[in-house]
């Protein structure tokens, strides 16, 4: 429902937040960071991907941003993408 747009249905749930940014995001950073730490230490790394813990990551600039007045939203809560900058990317 956040990102719904003027009197449309809402969106269905956007799954892959926690799946690709949330869950691959996650390993991918254990992974590299357990690289680097093999070839300082020679020692092997247990890595915790939590999606959860993921998807909180990648969606907490967007929160920040309505916090904060940076992505202007309307008096209903839903983003304002008319006004909002990063939105207003032109279409090719």
Known sequence: DFFRRGDERPQPPMNFAGDYAGGGMMLAMGVLLALIERSGSGKGQVIDAAMIDGANYAALPL???????????????????????LAQAPHW
């Open 63 to 85: 929160f920040k941003w309505a916090q904060t007045g940076f992505m202007p939203s309307k008096s209903d809560g839903h983003i304002d993408v008319a006004r909002f900058i």
